[in-house]
């Protein structure tokens, strides 16, 4: 059963897990069982059309999904699924 990395902006979401097993077959199917389990982490990680929001990045195994199936990347029952939410700044002066 894949493992998935939860941020600790999540966390409140998983009670405080950092890291939680999801049975699933895909990156689709994942997301879909991490909402059942834990009800308001899709709308964190998913826009209103249910693609992956554009500063929230998910890699397999340490590979950007956008850079195998997207949503469609199969999973297998050892796999790490890290959810990374893209960190935005500027020049502190």
């Keep these: 059963m894949p493992s998935v990395r939860i941020p600790t902006p999540l ?6 897990k950092d890291e939680v097993d ?3 077959s895909n ?6 069982e991490l909402e059942n389990q834990f009800p308001g ?3 964190r990680l998913c826009d209103e059309n249910g693609e992956v929001r554009r500063f929230i ?5 340490n590979e950007d ?4 199936d997207g949503v469609s990347t199969g999973l297998n029952k050892d796999d790490i699924v890290s959810i990374i939410p893209a ?3 500027g ?3």
């Design 11 to 16: 966390r409140r979401l998983t009670g405080e």
């Design 22 to 24: 999801i049975n699933a």
């Design 27 to 32: 990156v689709a199917e994942l997301i879909e």
């Design 41 to 43: 982490i899709k709308e």
């Design 57 to 61: 990045n998910l890699y397999v195994n």
């Design 65 to 68: 999904i956008r850079f195998l």
């Design 87 to 89: 960190i935005a700044g």
């Design 91 to 93: 020049v502190v002066n």
